[in-house]
């Protein structure tokens, strides 16, 4: 195990309140071509996986009262799960990655990327532009924004409520407002949503049905409201649901998922849509929040509090919740409101700068800061559940992509040596399995996350997204948080 990963792995882990202890469970089967780049991209991927892995290690020790598993860490699973969107077959077709508007272009100054894979992202860019959808075309975009300035295209679709980043460098990002709120807040932080002092204890435990026989399932019993989209958000709650969670992902209808991307993180959970601006719908959310243990919700921080969904609210109706809030850019500063992706992450905080060459610029080998952060959160609820064991009220994190970015850029330090190599997705195959499913024949990626006695794969494939009844798999005696 190298000194970067060690680092690395008891950054993460001490960030998440862990015992250092516990790293030395933690062994690694490193490959060299695994997620090359210019940053620490293998090293990255290595520590939140790592920790994720330990979190559920150390929830099923807390669970058994036998010694926390050994976990282990391959640098050929962790970069398969990592790009797991490519991997991705659906009865032989292969999805599509980027629609043809999400892209980098040429700018009168320099370089912009915008994100258009969502239907409601690529109308409001061409609003901006002042384009008809009869005359979008790649040409004719390109045409247009070849004639303005980066910052102005950013302003600009930003008004307009779609998504465009300028290029910068790392230099450049950090003399910029949102990144100083970004660099002032730790990579996690897990605390208390009654305001009380860190390490409060309550005087009721969190109470979780026995373990069964088979895999050992850290969170089984634990139910997980998943209001979540695109990739961090949904690559969390899949790491859950194969350690046993019941994960019921909750959409409104209004706004559609793309199909593929539903396929790929889908695994392990079910899906159903609620309108919470309708009356019936809205009943039946509150009735699962009654029995939920989590909730995770992606969307832009404050988005969600008009229908009582701020972390307070819901610990106050759904008393020892554990909340788990995922951003772009933070809660905090002049960008806290803006949507934002892990490739728009990538190009303001320099990252496609010093990925870039010849004046080109470039992206990490795999959308890290999603598939990292996801990985983080899911270890982040994982060990809320383990403190909550012993006693501990509601608990919130809020990870942030441009926070992990600020770690990939200037806080994780690459193996020594490391020779240079393209990416080369064959050698992965050893980590790629199929399977039938209500959507086709899959390939899919294995899961990353390995420990001894833990789970191998999903208990269940990807259904058609949002078509499940909005109820928890099944009842039990209790709740899962219950006896507070």
């Known amino acids: 195990m190298t000194d970067a ?50 979190a559920a290690a150390e929830l099923a020790s807390a669970r058994t009262g036998r010694e926390v598993p050994a976990v282990r860490v391959d640098d050929g699973a962790v970069a398969t799960a990592f790009v797991s969107e490519r991997h991705l077959l659906v009865d032989g077709r292969a999805p599509v990655a980027f629609a043809e508007l999400s892209r980098f272009w040429r700018t009168a100054d320099g370089w912009v990327r915008t994100h258009a894979n969502y239907p409601h992202h690529r109308a409001r860019l061409l609003s901006a532009l002042g384009l008809t959808e009869e005359a979008a075309s790649v040409e004719r975009v390109a045409a247009i924004l070849a004639g303005r300035t980066a910052q102005d295209v950013e302003d600009e679709v930003f008004a307009a409520g779609g998504l465009a980043v300028a290029l910068r460098t790392a230099r450049e990002w950090a003399t910029h407002p949102q990144a100083a709120s970004v660099a002032a807040r730790p990579l996690l932080d897990l605390r208390p949503i009654d305001g009380s002092p860190t390490g409060t204890r309550t005087s009721a435990v969190r109470s979780l049905p026995p373990l069964g026989s088979g895999p050992l399932l850290p969170a089984a019993g634990v139910r997980v409201l998943d209001l979540t989209r695109v990739i961090a958000g949904p690559v969390a709650t899949r790491t859950l649901a194969l350690l046993g969670a019941d994960v019921l992902r909750v959409d409104p209808p209004a706004l559609t998922e793309l199909p593929d991307q539903h396929a790929d993180t889908g695994f392990g959970k079910r899906s159903t849509r609620l309108d919470l601006g309708d009356p019936r719908d809205r009943a039946a959310f509150e009735e699962l929040l009654t029995m939920a243990d989590v909730v995770v919700s992606g969307y832009r921080p404050g988005a969600l509090d008009r229908f009582g969904l701020a972390p307070e609210a819901l610990a106050e109706r759904r008393p020892g919740l554990v909340v788990a809030q995922l951003s772009a850019w933070g809660d905090d500063g002049p960008w806290a409101g803006r949507r934002g992706f892990d490739s728009l992450v990538q190009v303001a905080t320099g990252i496609a700068v010093a990925e870039g060459s010849t004046g080109q610029p470039g992206a990490l080998p795999a959308q890290a800061l999603d598939h990292g952060t996801g990985y983080l959160l899911a270890a982040a609820v994982l060990r809320a559940l383990t403190e909550q064991l012993g006693g501990a009220g509601a608990l919130c994190v809020r990870p942030v992509l441009a926070r992990t970015a600020q770690w990939l850029l200037h806080d994780l330090a690459p193996d020594a040596g490391r020779p240079p190599a393209s990416y080369d997705p064959d050698h992965l195959s050893p980590w790629l399995t199929e399977t039938d499913s209500a959507l086709g024949r899959l390939r899919y990626a294995r899961p990353a996350v390995a420990f001894d006695g833990g789970p191998e794969d999903w208990a269940r494939p990807p259904g058609p997204w949002g078509t499940d009844d909005p109820v928890w798999s099944a009842r039990r005696q209790g709740r899962a948080g219950g006896d507070r």
Do not use: K, N, Y
């Open 5 to 54: 990963f060690l680092s690395g792995t008891e950054t993460a882990w001490r960030a998440l309140g862990g015992d250092p202890g516990l790293l030395s469970r933690i062994s690694v089967a490193a490959r060299e071509h695994a997620l090359p780049a210019r940053l620490p991209v293998r090293e990255l991927a290595r520590a939140c996986v790592a920790a994720c892995a330990l």
